[in-house]
Structure formats: C-alpha cells, structure tokens
C-alpha cells in the first residue's frame, strides 16, 4: 500500500551536480519517497541503483507552479533537475508544477522520467538554440524502453536523452539499450 500525502513546500535541493555532462544547479522533488515500482530505479545524478520499498508513504510536492517558483528563486543559477514523476500525476500535478515552476523562474528543466500529464504545454520555448526543457529517461532494471513517453516527448518537440549505468554483462548489451534508440 502507497500513502500519499501532501507537502507543505517544495522539496528543491541546492547542489551542483552533472547530468551526462551537463551541469545541475538545483533539484526539484515533485514526490519524496523511493516507493512502488519498479523495485529498482537508477539515479543518473547520483549514478547509482535505488532500491524502492514495496509500500510506505510518498509525499508530493504542492500543485502551484508560483510555489515551485519561490523556492527556485533561492537557488543558485542555472538549470534545474525536475524529478519524483508517479502514476498519479494527473490527481496531483506536482510534477507539471514544478517543471512549469523551473520555466516561469527562467530556468532550464531536464525533465526526468516525465509522464505525459507532467509535461508542460510551453515545450518550443528556447533561449537562443538552447531549449529550456529536456526530458531524460533512466533505465529501469527488468523494464524495457519507455516507448510510450519518449514518442509522446518527441511529438511535443522536446529533445530527450536516455541515462543508464553500463556495467559489462548486464546492461552494455546490445539488446539492453538499442531499444532506447530505435525509437
């Protein structure tokens, strides 16, 4: 069983970090809580496998875009790590208001693991020939390529990547990532 409850404030993370070779000012937690599944996830900022708990308690973050806005507003410059998507964005919307949140603070999201009801609707927005919104998708142990989300990212004209760990004999096959590709 998942609870959910409701958080006072955003969960926004000072820190730099990198992103495939891209810097990260900031993190946004639209849900805190390493719960459900898939019963693993990988981390691309931290490089690491996290393991979920079947059942507990995952708090997402409030639906106010300004909320998401103010607490970026604290945070040193640059782009921003929106992430903590679940099933129940379309209920909540903490992830499209923390990514729209990163957008109106004149900030770049990398959008991780977006489901489409998280996905702002301003996606052709672009500073010089940057845009300011790409959406990254993490392999997931036991999963196959998000297909789905990466079509529905590409008709939005968002340029997305993929993140995994390689590791010899396990995820540096062929058949682990070309399904990311082909799509």
């Given amino acids: 069983m998942i609870l959910y409850e409701g958080a006072p404030a955003p969960a926004v993370r000072a820190g730099e970090v990198d992103l495939g070779g891209r810097r990260v000012a900031a993190r946004a937690f639209a849900a805190v809580g390493e719960v459900g599944l898939p019963r693993y996830r990988f981390d691309p900022l931290e490089r690491r496998l996290l393991v979920r708990r079947p059942a507990g308690t995952l708090t997402a973050g409030p639906a106010a875009a300004l909320a998401w806005a103010a607490a970026f507003a604290k945070m040193p410059p640059g782009p921003v790590a929106v992430e903590g998507s679940f099933h129940e964005e379309e ?35 672009a500073v010089g020939n940057a845009p300011c919104q790409v959406a990254v998708f993490t392999w997931r142990p036991g999963e196959g390529a998000p297909t789905e989300a990466i079509s529905v990212v590409r ?12 590791i010899p004999g396990w995820t540096a096959e062929r058949e682990v990532f070309l399904p990311f590709l082909e799509e």
Avoid at 96 to 115: T, V
Avoid at 155 to 166: D, F, L, M, Q, S
């Fill in 91 to 125: 209920v909540r919307g903490a992830y499209l208001a923390a990514a729209e949140g990163a957008l109106a603070s004149g900030r770049g999201a990398y959008l991780l693991d977006p489901m489409e009801a998280g996905l702002p609707a301003a996606a052709g927005l």
């Fill in 155 to 166: 008709e939005r004209e968002i340029p997305c990547g993929v993140a995994w760990p390689v």
